[in-house]
Nanobody, 119 residues
């Protein structure tokens, strides 16, 4: 049974930091590309960061470049999103995503964790 369980969300003041974690199970984690998406109220889900299966390639949304860092620990089947210098516009539900295959034949989602940036 595939599971992606996010944690680490919460309320933080502008300029603060949070680290999200996503614990994976039920599939060969190290062979999957891992991504973080977010969805703010009234907006479409957007890609925040992505990391290739063995960590060689990363990509980020322009809005988070230089502030967020995605990383993975294949021994622990966990992907992280370190978020620094948080802004109110980063407020959203953050989702972990795992995908694999030439057409993303395998595509799994976590349940999401709320991040609220407010003073």
């Amino acid at each position: 049974q595939v599971q992606l369980v996010e944690s680490g969300g919460g309320l933080v003041q502008p300029g603060g930091s949070l680290r999200l974690s996503c614990a994976a199970s039920g599939f060969p984690f190290s062979t999957y590309e891992m991504r973080w998406y977010r969805q703010a109220p009234g907006k479409e889900r957007e890609l925040v960061a992505g990391l290739s299966s063995f960590g060689g390639t990363t990509r980020y949304a322009d809005s988070v470049k230089g502030r967020f860092t995605i990383s993975r620990d294949n021994a622990q089947n966990t992907v992280y999103l370190q978020m620094n210098s948080l802004k109110p516009e980063d407020t959203a539900v953050y989702y972990c995503n795992a995908r694999h295959g030439p057409f993303d034949d395998y595509n799994y989602w976590g349940q999401g964790t709320q991040v609220t940036v407010s003073s």
